[in-house]
Structures are given as structure tokens and as C-alpha cells.
């Protein structure tokens, strides 16, 4: 089956190799592949192609990937096009406050490009929290823009939070690494480079 392309959800079969919003999303896993373990989940997995990405390159390092994702459409499409021995794609919201009884709890968590969907934030991120093994690792991103309640250019996009906003949801790890993305390029930073998106490596 095939789903439709927005422009907001990536999907790799209908897209150039060398649009960016694609190579952004590929290079957003494979720096998500060293701290791959135990239990995955990639929390908003969209298409499933990135899930398939991690249980293929970590096959011997974990047990499972639960993929989850709100749109029926795009698990169907995820189960068909990428499926893995090791993935379980499910339908599923991630401010569903049960998704912590229901699901146990994971060595390492990947949300990318989800917060800026949901209007629930905080709801959301105790369910990060509370789904993560105590040192477990989250993997999270976000495109930055001028702020909680502020507009923004993105029609999927509730608002795009500040750097500290972001920086912010997670005051309650136990260890904190922040890195800039711009294109494929992720790193910490370097001075005078506008990096339009972050993300947060966290430790439980």
C-alpha cells in the first residue's frame, strides 16, 4: 500500500535521494545507532523507515523496536514497506498517559521531529520519562524557532520552541549532551552557524 506524501512525513520511496528533508531524517538515526541496546522505541515513527534503519544496523545489539505512530495509515504502510523480525509498529499516541503500563519500559527512546506536533508537550515528555529504563538513553529532536505560543511558518507545527525551551524538558536526567543539526552535519556546535534544528542525548 502506499500513503500519501504531504511534504511533512518523510517517505523515502517517493522522494529525490537528494532532498533534504529525507537526508536530515537519515542522518538523525544513524546518529542514533551507537546507543541503540536491549529495547528500542522509536516514539512518532512516521513511515518506519528509520526504525527499520536502527534494527538492521544494531540487529545483534537489541531485543525489539516498538514503533509507534498515530496515523493507522502510516503503520500499515510501515508494516508493509519496512518490515523487520525485530520491529513491532503499532498505532498509538505518545500523550496516551497508559503507553508506560502497556508497553514496559526501554534502554534507549527516539522521538525525532515530534514535539513541535503536539500540544500536550509536558504530557508528552513524562511519558518519555516514564517509559525510559533508569539509565536508559533518549535520542530526541526538534527544529527550533521563535517559541512556545509563537507562530510559526510550518502548518504541521504547533510552534517551534527556543533553544532553552527545548533544553529545558530535560532538567530531570541524570546526564545531558546537546548537539545542532544542519543538513546531514550533527554536532555541538560551532560558532556563527545557524543550526535550525537540536537534539538533546539523555541519560536516565
Known amino acids: 500500500m502506499m500513503i500519501e506524501y504531504t511534504g511533512e512525513r518523510v517517505i523515502p520511496?517517493?522522494?529525490k535521494p537528494?532532498?533534504?528533508?529525507?537526508?536530515e531524517h537519515i542522518a538523525r538515526y544513524h546518529f542514533a545507532i551507537p546507543y541503540a541496546k536491549g529495547r528500542v522505541l522509536d516514539f512518532a515513527c512516521g513511515s518506519g523507515f528509520g526504525s527499520?534503519?536502527?534494527?538492521?544496523?544494531?540487529k545483534k545489539e537489541i531485543e525489539e523496536v516498538i514503533a509507534i505512530d498515530?496515523?493507522?495509515e502510516a503503520i500499515k504502510y510501515a508494516s508493509g514497506a519496512y518490515y523487520h523480525p525485530l520491529i513491532s509498529f503499532q498505532q498509538g499516541n505518545v500523550i496516551d498517559r497508559t503507553l508506560p503500563e502497556k508497553l514496559g519500559q526501554f534502554?534507549?527512546?527516539i522521538s525525532f521531529e515530534t514535539i513541535e506536533h503536539v500540544h500536550e508537550e509536558e504530557q508528552f515528555m513524562r511519558n518519555v520519562y516514564h517509559l525510559l529504563k533508569p539509565g536508559g538513553k533518549l535520542v530526541i529532536s526538534t527544529p527550533f524557532g521563535q517559541g512556545r505560543g509563537q507562530p510559526t511558518s510550518e502548518p504541521f507545527h504547533i510552534h517551534q520552541l527556543t533553544i532553552v525551551e527545548f533544553h529545558a524538558h530535560f532538567d530531570q536526567y541524570h546526564e545531558k549532551e546537546f548537539y545542532f543539526q544542519k543538513g546531514v552535519l550533527v554536532?555541538?556546535?560551532r560558532k556563527d552557524i545557524h543550526y535550525p534544528i537540536g537534539i538533546a542525548v539523555c541519560t536516565k
Not at 537528494?18 to 537526508?23: E, V
Not at 527499520?52 to 544494531?58: D, E, F, P
Open 13 to 15: 520511496e517517493l522522494m
Open 187 to 189: 554536532e555541538p556546535g
Open 70 to 72: 498515530i496515523d493507522e
Open 107 to 109: 534502554d534507549l527512546i
Open 18 to 23: 537528494t532532498n533534504g528533508l529525507l537526508l
Open 52 to 58: 527499520n534503519i536502527i534494527a538492521k544496523a544494531a
